[in-house]
Every structure is written in C-alpha cells, then in structure tokens.
T-cell receptor, first 116, second 112 residues
Framework: EAGVTQSPTHLIKTRGQQATLRCSPISGHTSVYWYQQALGLGLQFLLWYDEGEERNRGNFPPRFSGRQFPNYSSELNVNALELEDSALYLC???????????????FGEGSWLTVV | LAKTTQPISMDSYEGQEVNITCSHNNIATNDYITWYQQFPSQGPRFIIQGYKTKVTNEVASLFIPADRKSSTLSLPRVSLSDTAVYYCLVGEFPSGYSTLTFGKGTMLLVSP
C-alpha cells in the first residue's frame, strides 16, 4: 500500500513568487495535515483538512492557504514568498474514526522549498 | 494541549537498550501518547502509541505509569541506523493532532 506522497520533492522559488505543494494521502484516509519544518527546528502545524473542509489552522499568515479535493488529495499554496519560508513542508494523513485507539497520522517524505 | 518535555540529546552504543523519557504533567483523559522517529530531511515515522500501562511492537516498547504524567520509549539493542530524532506527542485524536507541537525532540546518537 502506498504511503503519503508529496510533490515536488524540491522547489526553488524567488522571493515574491507563489509556490504550490501537493499531497496524496494514504488510500482511504480522509484527513490531511500540513506542517512546516524550518532547518534545525521542530514541526509547526499549518493546516488540517478533513472531508474537504478546513478544520483548523496554525499560527501562520493568510498567505499560507490550501485546499482538499474530492479525492482527498490536498495542495498547499504559499503566496508572496519570503526568504524565511524556506523549509521542509510535510504532509500527513489519517483516517478519522470514532475510536481513537490505534489511530495516528502518517507522514510523507516532504517537499523542500527554497526561496532565494 | 499537553506540553511535553524530553531530553535534548542522548548518546548510546550499538547493542545497548535506550530509554527515552517524556514528561507530560497536564495530560488529559482523552489524550494518547505517540512516538515518532525522524531522520534528517525525511518525514517523521510512527513508532508506537499507547494510552496506559505497556505497549510493545516489533521495534519498541512504551511504558506508561498509572498517573500517565510521563512515558518511556524503550529501544532494545540499538544499531547505528537508530540515530535519529525522537518525538513524543500527547494529544486527543483527531482534533488534537491539528494543534500538536512537535518541539525539538530527542536527538539520539548511536556510536559503534
């Protein structure tokens, strides 16, 4: 079974441009989470989508946005890129069930975004 | 949201057992404890999850005392490939995962 897949693996953009990152969850998973991990830092929560709706948002400016498609895949858009947006962007997916036992989130390998 | 505290780093040698303890004094009734492993430039990998007492799988054991204010990840007979950052997360699934802060984790260095 395929895991969480993300594309592109690496992306280089110029300051002020827009970046779009894509994520395909594990088959059957309906929730997608986005995290940012700057070099040497921990993972910071960005966005959570479930069943096509944005469920929660981390402490990031509005230029970070995203959406979830009917097939549960998701994309993260970062507008007006700034140098400090350079980071590893991780997508994770999960299956939301009533019984939380054994449920957790599974991560993709991430997309490296470099802003120059 | 339960705040967690882990050692910043730990050193070990191949073949030894490694125990990494995480403190979570304000854990809530519905919170589960989950541990992840992360190698450089890769996404975190799920290791183990538990609610209370002891959980064991093919790669690790998780010990949770009765008060659940701490947990210990036990890695038996570590190898060089176990060198990684280990994160302890405490939260209620699924909404809690949207507010989890992974923090800096514990950097485990395994030497020959």
């Amino acid at each position: 079974e395929a895991g969480v897949t993300q594309s592109p693996t690496h992306l280089i953009k110029t300051r002020g441009q827009q970046a779009t990152l894509r994520c395909s969850p594990i088959s059957g998973h309906t929730s997608v989470y986005w995290y940012q991990q700057a070099l040497g830092l921990g993972l910071q929560f960005l966005l959570w989508y479930d069943e096509g709706e944005e469920r929660n948002r981390g402490n990031f400016p509005p230029r970070f946005s995203g959406r979830q498609f009917p097939n549960y895949s998701s994309e993260l858009n970062v507008n007006a890129l700034e140098l400090e947006d350079s980071a590893l962007y991780l997508c994770a997916s999960s299956l939301v069930q009533g019984n939380p036992s054994g449920n957790t989130i599974y991560f993709g390998e991430g997309s490296w975004l470099t802003v120059v | 949201l339960a705040k967690t505290t882990q050692p910043i780093s730990m050193d070990s040698y191949e073949g030894q057992e490694v125990n990494i303890t995480c403190s979570h004094n304000n854990i809530a009734t519905n919170d589960y404890i989950t541990w992840y492993q992360q190698f450089p430039s890769q996404g975190p990998r799920f290791i183990i999850q538990g609610y209370k007492t002891k959980v064991t799988n093919e790669v690790a054991s998780l010990f949770i005392p009765a008060d659940r204010k701490s947990s210990t990840l036990s890695l038996p007979r570590v190898s060089l490939s176990d060198t990684a950052v280990y994160y302890c997360l405490v939260g209620e699934f699924p909404s809690g995962y949207s507010t989890l802060t992974f923090g800096k984790g514990t950097m485990l260095l395994v030497s020959p």
